[in-house]
């Protein structure tokens, strides 16, 4: 079984022996108290394994991805705000209740193992999955292995500093990438140039999302089309980072606004074709085949999830 | 025995089976043609053999760092712009005449080999090493391994866009840190500022070298303190990026211009001071322990080539 654990919703994923799905469910995720955010956990787990005609005795493992900062050895989601989780000891909790062994490890993280295990054409073995969504963050896999880093911190690109006269960063630093192209600096930069007076199709659009600002910049809108370029050119540069930093085979962008698939690429991919004109390094480094985006059709949290639990019992 | 092979000098260091020195020498590369530098390399060798009262039918192997591109499985140089090498195949000319296996790697990722083997006081299994001179780059290790990536480009940091209006960089781009930080950069920097009419005791020095400028700064120069500072804040931003990328125990600054010490660790440590005041995840991530510079008494490009030999036997 993999949970995949949000700050919205809960999904889980049931597999049997051979890793094909047997059942899943999406259920909002219970901010009430931490207890009841595990108690809706749990929940989830039981209803689901019911929908499949089977109990917890018959499950070989749980894999759970987290947001935040994730003790994987003692099982303790350490610092997850959203979900106002302060050492809490997932782990424990659900193995005493279910009496199954169960894995945490960070969400995006997560994702990255099921990028790699089950969204990988190419065979990849070194692969950096960026996630971007509130945040910006990544999994980084090296010879088939995540880079779990000393202190839970690698792959934290989100924080990389871009532009160090930028926006005030949630992490109390200025100018951070996430600042640029995350999900809510889409719909802030949006906000605000409608708040100076800018004209767009979504002056009245409430709530707003970043999957709008990408709707409304294919259908013509100048303001929507010129922040979806500009956040294209951050995250081509920031790409660049990325590959001279890990030099991998492959960069997976994932997060609900990358489900605009090649929309979403397209202007990272002219920042890197106006890199080309001037620079051999950035013709050998940035490759269009290098980027693509994850499946849309799969929740990669939750199969990773399911990765997770299959390394536990060494499937 | 190891060989450091730079646009200047080759440095040769023979060792015993218990990695004890036994001889060494430094020549000037000799840049008359491609394989007069190789003919060098290999005088530079037999004279440090016949100093240790020895030859090559004794030795095990040979290490050899090497400038820019190079391909390890096959031996060859395959872009070293400053010796003229295109596609030199160093490894199987020097075997064929002293019949002794040879194993090549870049430079900067040898010296890492160096400080993680011969220069690791607190025993770290993850540093990243970044060489400071001419240019900048990065030698990563992770778990105790050299991390290779796909293409030779896993840690060439001095392309990291460290702002995109910045200088124009030798790779074809604008602002890569390189252009901030680099010994070349802080020559640059400080004789456009003498020409635009500042005051400086550099003002007559010829030739003008990175480390004058440090020892000016040290000495009390205002100009020379104003750019040693801003390189300090440059690196201290980039350094916070390597950190995030790797999340590495420790980072060793190595080059020429870091054999200053605490005098140039000190205005990078300023800058993560200045991130400490507003960011825990700077403090959590900035700690002054992480950062040191490497043994300046020691070649380290010729220990960690003497690394890669014994890495070749076994050893």
Redesign the interface.
Known sequence: MGVDVGGTTVATLLVDRALNPCAEITVATDLSSPDNTMEGILSAIEETLARAGTNAAELAAIGLGVPGKVDRTNGVAQLAVNLRWYDYPLASQLATRLHVPCLLENDVRVAAMGVYRFDNPFKDQ?LAYVSIGTGVAAGII?DGKL???????????G???Q??SGPLCN???RGCLETFVSATAVIRRTREAIAAGRASVLADQAPLTARHVYDAAAAGDVLAQEIVDDVGTELG?AL??????????RVVLGGGVTRAGARYLAPILAEWRR?HE?????R??LRPEVLRTADPARNMGAWGAVALAAELVGR
């Open positions: 070194n090296l880079l779990l880093g000393q202190h839970g911190l690698a792959g934290e690109l924080h990389f500093i532009d160090p992490c109390g630093a540069r660049r980072n990325v590959l001279l930093a890990y030099d991998v085979d890199q001037t620079s051999a390094l950035a050998a480094l």
